[in-house]
């Protein structure tokens, strides 16, 4: 009776250790993009995920960092418990007390540490920060699994070696090291499952550009995750599987008793495989770091710096084969993050695609530089005059941006779960809709709505419009069921939620999804918004970066970005090749004068204004 | 000896230099930063931010659901650890793998799927409607975030209790039970005693990584639900205020010094008694 209970309890807990992962597994088969429906058995994501560049270069990065780190971990701290068991207290006091300090330490402390310290320095950062990060926490979990070992060992066979004999090193080696040789691979496994698994360190750690799967992860779980990863995961989960049951058998079977042992033989065999070993780690080393860029100086590149899902990613390989620039690209989920990175450090990427206000910061703070339309033919003749007027608003002159795309802020409402006819933003604070309501993710998107709501101008600078404003927006959080940013499109077409704040780009897409989802820009007025490419005061490959620019408006590139993000172009030639009627006179997407009319531009309101946006933010956010 | 000297420095220099480098220059560029303002100059408004109510509301939800989930694991955990510690000692690294083995399942990914699970139109509640149960929400609560917390910290609770329990000799529970304790006696007097180092351990190894996480409270609260790694997190990434992000951590240092005395206390204690 008591052995089923015991079986039952254990059972339980092993079902909500594996059933996520189970989940997983499970989804990595499902044909339909979307996590909430099941849409039929495939392949094709473990297909496609061979093919997919981007998270073969982070799961690259991620084995890589882990083994090296696991190495060099495993050295250093192998030969730190060497020298403690020779030392007197207060040395051993020292470093099991500093190696427990990563341990223990919060996460997000350590990460933090490390980053300021690398900015102190001016490392880049990238491959090689983020591996001496993980060599200082994994050095503890090799500490934590042989000290106790170590410490419990009698110093008499060593000496027994040493009076026999032997040198110091071969002392160690034949009298010493077999006998820590499993807590030496028990360290060396946990830190290479730690380094694997770790996200936050990283996440600090990392710069532009660099990825492993865990920051690759985080940043598409925010705008959905690619099924690809899912795959990825499940293939790796398997792997590890397939490699433990394969050696319990082989321990299984080397712990039976065997033929004689014929030591002469076993010694040559034994320093065989001990250098081989040697030397396969050596290589992993030096490879890997070949790989990481450590050694190696900026070729002909351009960073980019682009705002998440914003791309079709063919044209990325198109232009790295049209004009042999190698592309280094990384998103951003909002410009407010984008800024940070770029006042951090204004080099990171040579060419960036902010929005309206912020583009006006950015010139007013002499983060980006004068463009030189000569050396962009096709800026100036596809893009419509009409947009580079709206765009004097924020770039008077139009000196410093080319515009990529641009749009309305609406509401995407669900036909069959809200009946009344939309028309204004009060619908989001009714009860009735109560937990199936999104915002956006955003401070001046989510500001907006409710200083519309009250008449104010979106970019009002009055602290009691915004007081008010924010209020109304702490009085809503009761019935919102989440502040999103690119999840609300997954969520809208899986009928998780009645209706959200949401652009209008992702309104196209979302309305050809689901037959359902109908747009509209409320009668108080919202946002009209662009985003144009910046090329950054201090890139280091300006040159690049204005070839970048004139790709993107080219019309055939255009179009086909168009057809993957569905956000309105700014490009006449492109508008008028567009095949599908529909879309070409989609009021979502090129809405009537009179809907613009009544939509402002968003303007950088200065620093005091802003931390006074902020402030109010994080009240909203926290709900006090 | 002069000889062994020389080796003992050759031997403890890599992971002194390192130490100092990657561990305590940084900690103290921390306590820089946390303890100045943009100018340089020294402050302590970084820390007594922490009061503010926009941080105090974050910090107190935070702890709570910390203690929540930390006291959720340790009571799943403590019977799982002595059922397993009774097993056989062969068992041992299979029950080290079977708790390790989900980490090879990405942290975030994992934490994702509970999203999947947890989701008003999810499979949790596809389960239980199929049941005829009224479904539940639970997605963007609280309650997903401890879910989340549980989830992913249980192993660390599970391992330091199951060494500290299969460590514990048999013959001291035989002995007591000859001396006639009842198995509640035997229980409370023995066996939760001498497991204690187990149980702080693992509390630490729990508390602290679900009173600074972010990621699972972004992932499994909707961002509705701000703690204070969030705010932290907000603060080098959105705000880009260093001066009191590096303040804030600071008030997480205490918690991470305290347990480090407490531990200290008992390792001592249980040295003087060997």
């Not at chain 1, 341990?103 to 980053?115: F, H, K, P, R, W």
């Not at chain 1, 979990?141 to 071969?170: H, I, Q, R």
């Not at chain 1, 996440?203 to 990825?232: C, E, N, W």
């Not at chain 1, 791309?311 to 042999?324: K, L, R």
């Amino acid at each position: 009776m008591r052995r089923t209970l015991e079986r039952i309890y254990m059972a339980l807990i092993l079902i909500f250790m594996y059933l996520p992962i189970a989940v997983m597994i499970v989804l990595s088969f499902n044909s339909s993009k979307s996590r909430t429906v099941w849409g039929g058995f495939t392949f094709q994501w473990y297909i496609s995920l061979f093919k997919d560049a981007t998270i073969l270069n982070a799961l690259a990065n991620t084995l890589l960092i882990a083994l090296i780190s696991t190495l060099a971990a495993t050295f250093i701290g192998t030969l730190t418990c060497v020298a403690m068991y020779r030392m007197r207290r207060p040395g051993r006091a020292f470093f099991t007390g500093v190696s427990n300090i990563p341990m223990i330490n919060a996460d997000i402390v350590t990460g933090i540490s490390l980053m300021l310290l690398f900015r102190a320095l001016h490392f880049d950062q990238g491959f090689a920060t983020v591996l001496l990060a993980h060599i200082t926490f994994n050095i503890p979990y090799v500490l934590l699994n042989v000290w106790p070992k170590m410490k419990s060992l009698s110093p008499s066979t060593y000496e027994a070696a040493l009076d026999l004999g032997a040198s110091p090193f071969l002392a160690f080696r034949k009298a010493v090291l077999p006998e820590l040789a499993p807590s030496i691979v028990a360290g060396a496994l946990m830190a290479f499952t730690m380094s694997i698994d770790d996200f936050i360190i990283t996440y600090f750690t990392k710069g532009a550009g660099f990825d492993t799967l865990s920051t690759m992860i985080y940043a598409q779980v925010k705008r959905g995750v690619h099924p690809q990863i899912y795959a990825l995961s499940t293939l790796l989960f398997a792997a590890v599987v397939t490699v433990l049951i394969l050696s319990g058998r082989v321990r299984k079977r080397s712990g039976a008793p065997g033929k004689k042992a014929d030591y002469q033989k076993r010694r040559v065999k034994n320093r065989i495989l001990a250098c081989t070993a040697a030397a396969a780690a050596g290589a992993i080393v030096v490879l890997g770091l070949l790989y990481g860029g450590v050694f190696s100086d900026a070729g002909n590149k351009v960073y980019v710096y682009n705002a998440g899902d914003y791309i079709d990613p063919s044209v990325i390989t198109q232009f790295e084969e049209e004009t042999g620039i190698e592309v280094v690209y990384d998103e951003f989920d909002s410009n407010e993050l984008m800024y940070a990175k770029l006042a951090q450090d204004d080099s990171a990427y040579d060419v960036i695609c902010p929005s309206d206000y912020m583009i006006s910061r950015l010139i007013q703070e002499d983060l980006i530089q004068p463009l030189d339309f000569d050396a962009m033919p096709d800026a100036t003749q596809y893009i419509g005059s009409q947009y580079y007027k709206s765009a004097q608003a924020f770039d008077p002159g139009n000196r410093y941006a080319v515009p990529y795309c641009w749009g309305t802020v609406g509401i995407l409402y669900n036909t069959k779960m809200v009946d009344e006819p939309v028309t204004s933003w009060d619908i989001l604070w009714d009860p009735k809709y109560s937990g199936q309501i999104l915002m956006q993710d955003s401070i001046r998107d989510c500001l907006m709505v409710a200083l519309k709501k009250d008449g104010f101008s979106a970019n009002s600078t009055d602290e009691a419009q915004v007081a008010q404003a924010a209020q109304d927006l702490i009085d809503q959080r009761p019935l919102v069921q989440a502040y999103v940013i690119d999840q609300a499109r997954d969520k809208m077409i899986g009928n998780e939620a009645a209706m959200a704040v949401i652009y209008s780009g992702e309104a196209i897409y979302c309305a050809r999804e689901n037959p359902d989802l109908a747009y509209v820009v409320p009668d108080e007025g919202s946002n009209v918004w662009i985003d144009a490419w910046c090329v950054t005061k201090d890139a280091k490959n300006a040159q690049n970066a204005q070839t970048w620019i004139n790709f993107m408006c080219r019309p055939d590139i255009a179009l086909k970005n168009f057809e993957y993000i569905t956000y309105s172009t700014p490009n006449i030639a492109a508008q008028e090749i567009i095949e599908d009627e529909q879309i070409r006179n989609s009021p979502i997407a090129f809405p009537d004068q009179s809907v613009l009319d009544r939509c402002e531009t968003f303007v950088y309101l200065g620093e005091k204004a802003d931390r006074m946006y902020s402030n109010y933010w994080k009240k909203i956010k926290s709900g006090s | 000896m002069e000889k062994s000297r020389k080796a003992i420095v050759l031997q403890s220099s890599p992971y002194l230099v390192w130490s100092i480098l990657f561990i305590i220059v940084p900690l103290f560029m921390v306590l820089y930063y946390g303890l100045t303002d943009a100018e340089g100059n020294f402050t302590l408004a970084n820390i007594a931010a922490i009061a503010q109510p926009e941080q105090a509301k974050a910090f107190g939800l935070a702890l709570a659901l910390a203690l929540a989930a930390t006291a959720i694991c340790f009571l799943l955990a403590y019977p799982l650890a002595m059922i397993l510690a009774r097993g056989r000692a062969g068992e041992r690294g299979l029950v080290t793998t079977l708790f390790l083995l989900p980490m090879w399942m990405n942290f975030l990914l994992r934490t994702f799927a509970w999203m999947t699970i947890l989701e008003d139109g999810g499979v949790l509640n596809g389960i239980l409607t199929s049941l005829g149960l009224p479904a539940a929400h639970i997605i963007n609560t609280s309650g997903a975030i401890i879910i989340g917390m549980v989830y992913n910290f249980l192993p660390f609770m599970i391992l330091p209790l199951y060494n500290a329990l299969a460590s514990i000799d048999e013959n001291v529970i035989n002995a007591a039970r000859d001396l006639g304790a009842t198995a509640a006696q035997t229980f409370f007097r023995v066996i939760l005693p001498l497991s204690v180092p187990g149980i702080l351990s693992g509390i630490t190894m729990v508390f602290i990584p679900s009173l600074t996480t972010f990621a699972i409270s972004t992932l499994l609260g909707g961002s509705k639900i701000l703690l204070i790694g969030n705010i932290i997190e907000q603060e080098f990434t959105l705000s880009y205020d260093w001066n009191l992000g590096s303040g804030l951590s600071l008030v997480l240092m205490v918690f991470v010094i305290i347990n480090i005395v407490i531990s200290g206390i008992t390792d001592r204690k249980e040295e003087a008694h060997r």
